[in-house]
Structure formats: structure tokens, C-alpha cells
């Protein structure tokens, strides 16, 4: 299978459009690896998660495909996607996606180093920067899909870049994704650099799955918000991740990070 890495021009797609100002003060979202779309079912699921989200957060998400429609036409948010790759011989675009009911003030991906053995492809992480209902407070939302099949030093690498993009952001951050955290090496190394951001995990209830090593994989950390809930969809069947619903709360005293990243 061939595939085409983007140039960094090339690597950002803009689709649909976004009906609200603001986010909060709750937030409803969805964060799910969506397998590349290919299992069956995949359409009516998605459909049913997104449609009362404010934000969705995607890793393996596709484009150039009949799926298409459900972002180039969409008028409840707007996508943005951060294009890893091309298989030439599809012409499928593969990456992450972002969407939100609230227009991206800003918006900046980051390409990993290295790349992954084999299959010659890099992973991207997409950060994009929302207004919140706090008058003056904005929400930093990274979506990654971390390097995986390399060795630690590599993994690492491209998760100090990951951190590296939350360093000049002073409000509340939701950072989620897929971070191929299946052993305790790579977690720890996640866990310390949550820790040195202020990043506090969400307790999430779930069983691990035999085919990520009994480990997992996807995770989401918050700064300057409340989770009010989290669940994990397990009757869902159409991707090798599970989604993940939240909810979170922008009703706290507001947040200022402060001090420097270790």
C-alpha cells in the first residue's frame, strides 16, 4: 500500500460551519479512534454520538471518501482536519478531526518526527483554541494520535512535542487521544508530563481490551474544568476503540496557569 505524506501547506482541511459563539458552561464530548471508518455500521454510530456534541475529538478519521457529506455539509460544527497521509491508490486522506459548534479562534497541528516502521507514515496531533461563556477565558483543545511501533526514545520525542504545544496556553485545556500508551514505560512518561502541566486525568470505568495488550490506550486530561460525567459506549462495535462521552463544566473560579512545565 502506498502512502503520501503531506507537506506541511497541504496538512489542514477546514469543513462545515459552527452555530454558536461560545462553549459552556457545560460541554458535552465525544472522543473516539474511529478505525479508518472501515467496519460496518461505522455511519449510523457516528451519526447517533455527534449529533447533541459540542465538541468531537477523532483519531483515524477519514476524508475523500461518501462520508464526506457529514462534514463538508454540516451546519451543527465545524471540522478541522489535520492530514497525516494519502493512500494514493484510494485517494483516502487519513489524520485527526476536530469538531466544534464554536468557530476555532485559533487553530495548529503538530507532525511527529519520526515516523512509524513500515507503513512510512507520521501521526499528528491538532490543537484548536475555542472562546468560553467565562468572559475572557479560552479553551485549549489538543487531539492526538501518538506515534506507535517505535521505540521509547521515539514515542517520547513525539510526545514532548504534543506537551510542547500546551506551554503558552495560561486557561483551561482538554488534551485527549489516542497516546498508544500500552506499557508502563510510555504511561509513566504520559503520567509526568500531565502532572507538570496541572492536567488532572478523567476516571474513566472501563475493562481493557486484549487487542491493546490489555492496556489502554485512550485517554483525556483536563486543567480549569469539572467532570461531571464520563462513560465509555461498549455496546458500540463499529471501530477497535470504544467512544468516550463527557461532560464537562466550565463553572469553577477561573483558572490561571501560572508557573513553568518541568
Known amino acids: 500500500m502506498i502512502k503520501h505524506r503531506y507537506k506541511l ?9 459552527a452555530p454558536k459563539l461560545v462553549l ?7 472522543l473516539w479512534n474511529v478505525f479508518k471508518c472501515k467496519r460496518k ?23 475523500n471518501t461518501p ?13 478541522i ?34 515516523h512509524e516502521p513500515i507503513s512510512q507514515t507520521k501521526k499528528m496531533s491538532l490543537a484548536t483554541v475555542y472562546p468560553l461563556d467565562n468572559k475572557g477565558q479560552s479553551l485549549l483543545v489538543v487531539n492526538c494520535h501518538v506515534i506507535n511501533f517505535v521505540t521509547f526514545e521515539k514515542f517520547s520525542v513525539h510526545l514532548d512535542q504534543v506537551f510542547q504545544s500546551l506551554a503558552d496556553h495560561n486557561g483551561p485545556i ?14 509513566r512518561y ?27 490506550l485512550d485517554h483525556v486530561y483536563c486543567r480549569g474544568l469539572t467532570v461531571l460525567d464520563a462513560q465509555v459506549h461498549t455496546h458500540i462495535k463499529s471501530s477497535d476503540h470504544y ?20
Request: a positive charge; charged letters at 25%; proline letters at 3%.
Open 243 to 262: 467512544p468516550i462521552s463527557l461532560t464537562l463544566s466550565t463553572l469553577k473560579q477561573t483558572f490561571q496557569y501560572t508557573s513553568e512545565p518541568k
Open 24 to 30: 459552556g458552561p457545560n460541554i458535552e464530548v465525544l
Open 41 to 63: 455500521g461505522w455511519q449510523d454510530d457516528f451519526i447517533n454520538l455527534v449529533w447533541d456534541k459540542d465538541l468531537v475529538l477523532l483519531q483515524e478519521a477519514i476524508l
Open 190 to 216: 504520559f503520567n509526568q508530563l500531565a502532572k507538570s502541566f496541572q492536567l488532572d486525568e478523567v476516571n474513566i470505568k472501563r475493562k481493557p481490551r486484549l487487542s491493546h495488550l490489555l492496556q489502554h
Open 81 to 114: 482536519m489535520a492530514r497525516s497521509f494519502k493512500t494514493v491508490k484510494t485517494d483516502i486522506d487519513t489524520g485527526v478531526k476536530t469538531g466544534s459548534n464554536v468557530a476555532a479562534q485559533e487553530h495548529y497541528f503538530c507532525v511527529s518526527k519520526h
Open 9 to 17: 501547506v497541504e496538512s489542514l482541511k477546514l469543513m462545515g460551519r
Open 67 to 79: 462520508f464526506d457529506i457529514h462534514f463538508n455539509q454540516s451546519l451543527r460544527h465545524e471540522w
Open 174 to 187: 482538554l488534551l485527549a487521544g489516542d497516546f498508544n500508551t500500552w506499557n508502563g514505560k510510555r504511561l
